[in-house]
């Protein structure tokens, strides 16, 4: 980048939302910004905001404006696809207007039909790919509904062993039953894998078949009391440990 061109790191950590200017002054001064692998401490430097790495505190700060983080709560019935041939609701009938503005939106791991909650939604390729490759291993945290009484101790046992399905073993991370009662149960699942249908198939291995199924978290993003069918711009903490939790 020729010399005099670029933007001013403290404008640029203000406009991320990152702090006020004379904060983020502050911040350069106690040696907490990196450029591209550098501790910077001088003020006034010029960088390139479409391709420095920023970090604060060793977090990545994700500064290119023309990026979009989303958190979706995909409702029941809903295709997880940018587009349905047979005119069945899908996820790009509620990104639309971003579509039409020019927004080229990947969705981060699909959820069936009947399946509930949270899907990210990004412009950043690379992001997506990352997030929903195996070798990064981003878990997921599902919420299920199930049928018969689920023995915590055997069935936490053997989910965490892993169970052989027909492509393969799978485990999950974590197991916990909250409730129980009138012959179904509600379990929690954390798990990495993103193999199709796996918490359903899983489940079904163990003999409770699911009723009903939801994903609230992926990595650090929590899909929290946000309203079926609604869309959140995700905040600057979460989408900078999304980038460092695939070593962005």
Not at 68 to 93: E, F, I, Y
Not at 102 to 129: I, P, S, Y
Not at 191 to 218: C, S
């Amino acid at each position: 980048m020729p010399w005099g061109e670029g933007e001013r790191l403290q404008k640029v950590l203000a406009k991320a939302g990152v702090a006020s200017r004379r904060a983020a002054e502050e911040m350069i001064a106690q040696g907490r910004v990196e450029v591209d692998g550098a501790i910077v401490t001088e003020q006034g430097l010029r960088i390139d905001p479409d391709h420095a790495v920023v970090r604060v505190d060793g977090a990545r700060v994700v500064i290119r404006e023309e990026l979009v983080h989303l958190a979706l709560n995909k409702p029941k019935g809903w295709q997880s696809t940018m587009s349905d041939d047979l005119g069945r609701p899908c996820v790009g009938d509620i990104v639309a207007e971003r579509v039409m503005a020019g927004q080229r939106l990947f969705h981060v791991g699909r959820l069936d039909a009947d399946t509930e909650g949270l899907l990210l939604l990004t412009n950043d390729g690379d992001l997506a790919h990352r997030l929903m490759h195996p070798s990064y291993e981003v878990s997921k945290t599902y919420l299920a509904t199930v049928n018969g009484e689920v023995n915590a101790k055997s069935v936490g046992r053997r989910l965490r062993d892993g169970v052989e399905l027909e492509d393969g073993p799978a485990r999950v991370d974590k197991f916990q039953v909250l409730e129980l009662g009138e012959g179904r149960s509600l379990v929690k699942l954390v798990l990495h894998e993103g193999r199709k249908h796996i918490v359903r198939r899983l489940l079904d291995a163990v003999g409770h078949p699911v009723v009903r199924l939801v994903r609230t978290n992926i990595g650090p993003v929590v899909l929290g009391d946000q309203r079926p069918g609604t869309l959140r711009v995700l905040g600057r903490d979460e989408v900078g440990k999304l980038y460092e939790a695939v070593s962005l």
